[in-house]
């Protein structure tokens, strides 16, 4: 027994260390974030950045993470993004053209409704090394976004686009021609150009092989190239699974950006992050980042502490929801939908769980969207009822067994909610969910997943038997479509295409959807948005359960910083980005 | 009559030192080398402890009216020694089935609540609703001052109102001792049946491959070189993320409730009978030669025989050695795939995913994170220093007379 | 000698080769192949981009002829290109080995430093206190898990002492003005994941050590020796150790194999750009060239080293001769 006790006093004294260390420090710390600083203050001269997400080869054409996507954001601009307030706005074009300002019309060729709008580029928009961003570039990224030997995922972007034609007199006048005259064809702008000038060649010598062009791209051969960059940034260095460097880029054509170097560092352990943040190691933690829950906990201790650090939550464009498989026997009955969704108690899940950082949810769109509506009268908003559950269950002929789980005949009301594996919010979420309905005497058990597996075969293929709990990411103003419609139910025959993994159907909504596409009017696309609400949450074949918030960390010293909310990241404004 | 004497008197020895000699059996030699290993015994009292409270996990539920699932969430992360009180939820459900169960006798409860002015509902209907609402001194109290035939089941439901963490509440407000005791069964569960599952694997592979020799050795020896030489820690995490629902016989045993735990079993067992093949293999290649197989073989023992009866009692002692380690290695090696999120599922506590659970928060509950490394530190320890024991204490080499 | 291991090279290559086909079988039972995963980033992606891209990707083709086409192209030397990082192979693998092979190295070199003498002075001295305390000692670390030891350390050396980094293996950006300056930098960021890396090795090397040198000097000829008048310290390292020697190289050379195999919770929690790391992320994103190539060099690693200590034996020991 001694030598046992050995080891617990030695870890006991270790701990005890940790903590005393902690306290000691305190008070002799002085408030101005000094902690931060392993290596001296924050200053204009450099800002560490962490994120715990793996990131790929710069190539914007062919990249996938959002990581990359992240971090493209400070070496490269599109035409137009989504600011953090929510409004579509014009970077390297000079304004975004709409019918209304007579740079779009729509024309008729051959019976067919088509778009033709003109976008020009800034006139001191510039690729790193000081040659013009030109049409050349848009039409040259569209040609090698189409290639088939380009493994490029979604093409659907680039193929509603269906000609591109550079005025001969100004190389930075396009005229735009959409194979189909839709309302948001502007959304198509945030594509992402390449250098015609450096990648043209490449393109030409290994175009043909099948990944000859990725391969031979300078965005892999010669990554600190400033030529492959036109925004506020260049990568000066690029370390795969590790860190990316980047330098002011002299030839950007707006604000000169404050930070003479930025490091973007990853830290693969998201419990590593607060150590990584307080020995210095990184300035701030990126929205990819840290967990809620670590969040709140380290939100706690910066204000009691006083560390020098923000936290900030922005409500963001993210749902989180649990799908239900209108397949199931049980679920096809629409009382049971609906007792599952008065038996979630969502003000509690929020204010205990999330310490009211994130907001309940009531439908698939988010307040972050101009198309949000919690008006009663039209979308239909379930209050927690435990009472009113239960009810609903009765009339539906559940009766409540011995063992406290409701039965109808032989059977148990019972369901499988799976989510993904390691993600803890939502694990708890879970746990907590089950606990709720146990209440009300349903069942459920988890079953949790590898997200790969998760996303790429339980809920792709609808193999969750009941209930899948995930969120979507929308953007504003997203025509929910590919989750909403009948043909966007996966099955076998459409090579599992589509996310209504649901198995939704409702040919109002369908009709209702689609119509939408040639709406121009933003009032009339608002009210048909409201209608399809009003099915939606009439139907309940979703539960939704909160709008997820952004998190980032960053030191107080940090000015010009704002989160987004959206898939178009803070780094949109990296160039404003400063210390004072 | 002396040489009577002396005869009996010799008789009487010769019977002691026979008697002696039948004493010192071999499993009482093990026995008193083991005692000798102070470490190793209280590795082993250590064990059995643990084994014991996971075994007794319902009663110690029922005895601490505490249980490893229900929540708590606005009680989250307290530290170890504190008293919460019941959500508001909680206590509405219990008092929703008292009255389902006594419509009769809630009338006569009510009527008393309010005429002595123990609570003040709105409606009448409501004054159970409102007692539940009390602190759980207050509502004792109040169930002394009424006259009813459930008082003690009204006490059973204000009793918890209010809980006792000797260790804290989790993420979810849960208790965490509670967590530890059955999680406590999960892992060290985890860990035995793994150990026992690959002894056998090995122990049959090893004694064919040892025993028959010649293209059936190579086979299965290659084999086992194969898997050891295979990287553990990638070769898991592809097998962990395999869908085994695709393996027929495998989706048969598999429900729901189960998977995540089988599977893990399943996928430590399959990679850790190697070592063990190999032990047996030896000792049975050597044994193979002896003079008592031989005798026995022209006797016309079978093959089964043979292997059974002759060869298994000389290989099970190094076989006890390398079970022993087996059960802390797959333990760490819960807690490792844990970490990678790969482990047992919750809610089901096992030490390795509620240390995973708390690593992200070790700074702002660091008892959620100590508490399960100690645990796996401890038992571990503690069957390595069981092992090497056992190993000492049938060492023949090492014996000490 | 010669014929000896030239056979076992060539059952090492057939085994490289079926175990490759093993891998390859273990990683399309995974659900979920590289297509599904893009599907599942990007709500947009259509019917007809799935199938474009299941063509790309050749996996409408069968297991078996997916396998042939894979062999061929490594056999020609082309080891291909990583899905996830979208840069070939080599260039992933290179700087990934080298970061894992100098972590490896050093923590196996401390752990063999402190664990020899551990272990033999705990057997020259069987069950004295030095004995105990040492195994004590070495129970903790073979039973602590790695991640929690990880985490710990984080916080007392990073966190609140200060002295050593977090995670990461330099400081970056940081230009290096000399090749002693690099190193030093470098070597503040190798302490703290080599310590935890090392604590378990030194558990089982030292353990290991123990019992090999108390079975050494129990031999007859340690008596001899000891006769003889032989100074104490001859006889423990020539005769002693030297027997000793044997079942420390093989599990030295079983140890070496994972070398390349990186340790990928230590690099995951100390933001190691090591090779185990990246084989992790390779098999969740599904980039079969890379994960099939890191399991490729580790497997061929432990089956040459278990080789080599296999050849060692001869040169130690000189009983012992291969026909």
């Known amino acids: ?580 | 009559m002396n040489t009577a004497q002396n005869t009996t008197q010799k008789a009487q020895q010769k019977a002691q030192i026979a008697k002696m000699e039948k004493a010192q059996t071999i499993t009482q030699i093990v026995y008193s080398q083991f005692k000798e290993h102070k470490a190793a015994v209280i590795g082993a009292y250590v064990i059995l402890i643990f084994v014991v409270v996971a075994l007794s996990a319902p009663l110690i539920e029922k005895f601490t009216g505490l249980d490893a699932e229900s929540q708590n969430v606005f009680n989250r992360y307290r530290p170890p020694m504190t008293r919460v009180k019941a959500g508001t939820d909680v206590r509405e459900t219990s008092i929703q089935r008292f009255i389902d169960a006594n419509p009769e006798e809630v009338l006569i409860i009510q009527n008393q609540l309010i005429s002595q002015q123990l609570v003040k509902p709105i409606r009448p209907e409501d004054a159970l609703y409102d007692w539940a609402q009390l602190d759980r001194t207050k509502a004792m109290d109040a169930i002394d001052l009424i006259d009813t035939s459930k008082k003690s089941e009204l006490r059973a439901i204000a009793n918890r109102f209010e809980s006792f963490h000797i260790l804290g509440t989790d993420e979810l407000g849960r208790d965490v001792m509670m967590r530890l005791i059955y999680g406590t069964r999960v892992s060290m569960g985890v860990g035995i049946l793994v150990a026992l599952a690959s002894a056998l694997i090995g122990l049959l592979v090893g004694a064919v491959a040892g025993f028959y020799g010649g293209f059936i050795d190579t086979l299965l020896m290659r084999v086992t070189d194969a898997l050891l030489s295979l990287p553990l820690m990638p070769v898991l995490i592809v097998v962990a993320a395999d869908d085994l629902q695709k393996i027929p016989f495998i989706s048969r045993i598999l429900t729901s409730g189960n998977e995540s735990i089988l599977k893990l079993v399943l996928i430590l067992c399959l990679f850790s009978w190697m070592s063990v093949a190999r032990l047996v293999r030896g000792s049975i290649l050597s044994l193979r030669e002896r003079e008592f197989i031989l005798a026995s073989k022209t006797l016309g023992a079978t093959d089964y025989t043979l292997i059974t009866r002759h060869m298994f009692p000389n290989v099970i002692a190094p076989m006890l050695v390398s079970v022993t380690l087996g059960v802390g290695e797959s333990i760490l090696f819960e807690a490792a795939l844990s970490f990678l999120g790969l482990g047992i599922q919750p809610p089901t506590p096992s030490w390795g995913n509620m240390l995973f659970n708390a690593q992200e928060l070790i700074y702002q509950a660091p008892f959620l994170a100590i508490l399960p490394g100690l645990l796996i530190l401890f038992v571990t320890i503690s069957f390595n220093y069981l092992g090497d024991g056992l190993q000492d204490a049938i060492d023949p080499k090492a014996m000490r007379r | 000698m010669l014929t000896f291991i030239l056979r076992r090279i060539v059952q090492t290559l057939v085994v490289i080769v079926i175990l490759s086909y093993v891998c390859f079988g273990l990683m399309t039972l995974m659900p979920g192949d590289p297509v599904e995963l893009m599907i599942s980033a990007n709500p947009r992606i259509s019917a007809e981009d799935v199938t474009r891209l299941r063509e790309f990707y050749g996996l409408d083709q069968p297991l078996i002829k997916r396998y042939y086409t894979w062999i061929s192209d490594i056999s020609k030397g082309e080891l291909g290109y990583s899905r996830t990082y979208r840069i070939p192979v080599t260039e992933m693998m290179g700087p990934a080995l080298t970061a894992t092979f100098i972590l490896s190295i050093t923590s196996l070199l401390f752990s063999l430093i402190i664990a020899i003498p551990l272990g033999i002075v705990c057997a020259l001295k069987p069950n004295s206190k030095v004995d105990y305390i040492a195994n004590l000692f070495s129970f903790a670390g073979i039973s602590v898990p790695s991640f929690w030891l990880g985490i710990v350390l984080i916080i007392i050396f990073a966190v609140n002492l200060r002295w050593l980094p977090a995670g990461g293996y330099q400081t970056t950006g940081l230009a290096y003005e000399n090749i002693f300056q690099e190193l030093m930098d470098k070597a503040k960021y190798l302490i703290l994941p080599m310590v935890s890396l090392s604590v378990q090795s030194i558990g089982r090397f030292s353990r290991f050590t123990r019992s090999a040198m108390l079975e050494a000097m129990r031999n007859d000829y340690i008596r001899t020796a000891r006769a003889k008048g032989l100074s104490n310290r001859v006889v423990i390292f020539q005769h002693g150790f030297r027997n000793a020697l044997i079942p420390l190289i093989t599990i030295i050379a079983i140890s070496f194999s994972s070398i390349f195999s990186g340790a990928l919770i230590t690099e995951t929690l100390f933001a190691y750009p090591g090779v185990g790391r990246l084989i992790y992320s390779s098999i969740i994103g599904n980039d079969f060239n890379v994960a099939m190539v890191a399991f490729v060099v580790s497997v061929s690693a432990v089956l040459i080293m278990s080789l080599v200590s296999d050849i060692l034996y001869g040169v130690v020991d000189p009983r012992i001769s291969y026909k």
């Open chain 1, 1 to 580: 027994m001694k030598n046992l006790s050995l080891v617990l006093a030695t870890v006991l004294v270790l701990v005890g260390c940790t903590k005393k260390d902690n306290a000691g420090s305190t008070p002799g710390t002085p408030s101005a974030g000094a902690t931060s600083n392993a290596g001296g203050k924050l200053t204009n001269n450099e800002l560490k950045i962490g994120i715990t997400q793996e990131f790929e080869n710069f190539n914007p054409v062919i990249q996938t993470m959002s990581a990359t996507s992240y971090m493209q954001h400070m070496v490269n601009r599109p035409l137009v993004t989504i600011n953090a307030d929510g409004k579509w706005i014009p970077l390297l074009a000079k304004k975004i053209p709409t019918i209304e300002n007579g740079a779009a019309k729509i024309v008729d060729k051959g019976g067919k409704k088509k778009l033709v709008a003109i976008w020009e580029i800034l006139e001191n928009a510039n690729w790193g090394d000081g040659k013009p961003v030109i049409c050349e570039d848009i039409i040259f990224s569209l040609k090698v976004a189409s290639s088939p030997n380009v493994s490029v995922g979604e093409k659907e972007t680039y193929t509603q686009i269906e000609k591109i034609e550079a005025d001969p007199k100004n190389p930075k006048k396009c005229t735009f021609t959409y194979e189909k005259a839709k309302w948001d064809f502007y959304q198509l702008g945030t594509v992402w150009l390449l250098p015609s000038h450096l990648e043209e060649a490449v393109f030409k010598k290994f175009g043909a092989l099948k990944e000859g062009y990725e391969k031979n791209s300078l965005y892999s051969k010669d990554p600190t190239n400033p030529g492959l960059y036109n925004g506020p940034y260049v990568l000066t260095e690029l370390q795969l699974g590790d860190h990316v460097s980047f330098a002011p880029n002299t030839k950007f054509y707006g604000e000169a950006p404050k930070f003479k170097r930025i490091i973007v560092k990853l830290i693969p352990n998201s419990g590593t992050l607060e150590a990584n943040l307080r020995s210095g190691t990184i300035d701030m933690i990126s929205s990819l980042g840290l967990a809620l829950d670590q969040a709140l906990a380290f939100d706690k201790k910066v204000k009691g502490e006083n560390l020098g650090y923000s936290v900030l939550f922005e409500p963001s464009a993210t749902y989180e929801h649990i799908d239900l498989n209108l397949d199931n026997p049980i679920l096809k009955d629409i009382r049971v939908r609906k007792a599952l969704n008065y038996s979630i108690n969502r003000e509690e899940l929020v204010n205990s769980l999330f310490e009211g950082k994130q907001n309940p949810a009531i439908h698939a769109v988010t307040p972050k969207d101009p198309w949000f509506t919690d008006d009663p009268t039209k979308v239909v908003i379930y209050k927690y009822s435990p009472r009113e559950a239960e009810r609903l269950l009765e009339e539906a002929g559940w009766k409540m067994g011995a063992d406290g789980i409701r039965t109808k005949g032989e059977k148990r009301l019972s369901f499988t909610l799976m989510t993904t594996a390691g993600n803890k919010t939502r694990e708890l979420v879970q746990v907590y969910l089950q606990n709720k309905w146990k209440q009300v005497g349903i069942e459920v058990v988890s079953r949790n997943e590898p997200a790969r597996v998760f996303f790429g075969e339980t809920t792709k293929k609808r193999k969750f038997d009941s209930m899948a709990l995930f969120a979507w990411i929308s953007s504003p103003e997203n025509n929910p479509k590919s989750t909403f419609t009948t043909n966007n139910i996966p099955t076998a025959k459409n090579g599992w295409s589509g996310q209504n993994s649901m198995g939704w159907s409702n040919p109002k909504v369908d009709e209702l959807l689609y119509s939408m596409d040639t709406v121009f009017e933003h009032a009339k696309r608002v009210e048909i948005i409201h209608k399809v609400l009003k099915y939606y949450t009439e139907d309940v074949p979703v539960l939704p359960l909160y709008y997820r918030s952004d998190i980032a960390v960053i030191p107080t010293q940090l000015k010009n910083f704002r989160l987004t909310g959206h898939q178009f990241p803070e780094t949109n404004e990296v160039e404003k980005w400063t210390v004072e």
